[in-house]
């Protein structure tokens, strides 16, 4: 049997039940018909900025923002 050039691949990702009820919730009434639809879309987003920005995730203002609120949750010294 041949395989088909332009059949996608995909994998399984774990996240916590919680997280994909949350998800769930949020996609609701919306063009995702599927977690998993929602989820790629997300990451493609995010990766697609990331390239965009140079690959930097966060700014050095929202990078200091969030170490700052983690040594307010006592989680950096």
Do not use: C
């Not at 332009?6 to 990702?13: A, G, R």
């Amino acid at each position: 049997m041949k395989e088909k050039k332009n059949e996608k691949k995909y994998t399984t990702i774990s996240i916590p039940t919680p997280l994909a009820e949350k998800i769930k919730k949020r996609i609701a009434g919306t063009g995702f018909h599927s977690l998993s639809s929602y989820v790629t879309y997300v990451l493609r987003e995010v990766i697609s900025g990331m390239d965009e920005e140079g690959g930097e995730a966060f700014s050095k203002e929202d990078e200091e923002k969030v170490k700052e609120r983690l040594r307010a949750l006592g989680y950096l010294d």
